[in-house]
């Protein structure tokens, strides 16, 4: 069974700095790969998907990379502010799982101004 | 504007009282799926949609009922409810299997 894992589960940075949040999936067999953002008492909002024929994607200060072989996944955000203070979760599709996402536990970001 | 709808935000009930959960999306979108996440356990899938009328079971779906009888929406039925089922729900869709999967704001439910 597709386990995720996230680490670290809290990280805690001053504004500015640039930062690294590591996924690592134990079936490497995976269809996709999604990073999403939830803030305290709301919904999970879509960052970058990547697909398992894919290495990395960016979207503006965000970078994800995907390592399929190894199971690892990182999203990197450059230049981080204030407002990029969110729990961070990845989640990965396995073929013929019925559309279900597999979530790790989330890591949660604080950046300091 | 796109989005995942689901009502009600809130909702306290005591065990045993039926109630429904609704989700709507407005993106036409043939996958549908309900999640719920507790501290610890993480997010896991409830029930999934392919289309109108057809569903079928993810995880972790002893004690809820859904249907999909349009499109649009997917709601999620506890004939039952248990204090086990105290947790925060999501509703997601996609355009279809292996798409970007787009969550609503999530209904926090209390069973007494």
């Known amino acids: 069974k597709q386990e995720v894992t996230q680490i670290p589960a809290a990280l805690s940075v001053p504004e500015g700095e640039n930062l690294v949040l590591n996924c690592s999936f134990t079936d490497s067999a995976i269809y996709n790969l999604q990073w999403f953002r939830q803030d305290p008492g709301k919904g999970l909002t879509s960052l970058l998907l990547i697909q398992s024929s894919q290495r990395e994607q960016t979207s503006g200060r965000l970078n994800a990379s995907l390592d399929k072989s190894s199971g690892r996944s990182t999203l990197y955000i450059a230049a981080s502010q204030p407002g990029d203070s969110a729990t961070y979760l990845c989640?990965?599709?396995?073929?013929?799982?019925?559309?279900?996402?597999?979530f790790g536990g989330g890591t949660r970001l604080m950046v300091k101004p | 504007e796109a989005q995942v709808t689901q009502n009600p935000r809130y909702l306290i009930t005591v065990t045993g009282k039926k109630l429904t959960v609704t989700c709507s999306q407005n993106m036409n979108h043939e996958y549908m799926s309900w999640y719920r996440q507790d501290p610890g356990l993480g997010l896991r899938q409830i029930y999934y949609s392919m289309n109108v009328e057809v569903t079928d079971k993810g995880d972790v779906p002893e004690g809820y009922k859904v249907s999909r009888k349009e499109k649009r929406n997917f709601p999620l039925i506890l004939e039952s409810p248990s204090p086990n089922q105290t947790s925060l729900y999501f509703c997601a869709s996609s355009v279809g299997f292996g798409y970007e999967q787009y969550f609503g704001p999530g209904t926090r439910l209390t069973v007494t």
């Open positions: 989640a990965v599709l396995t073929p013929n799982a019925g559309n279900m996402l597999t």
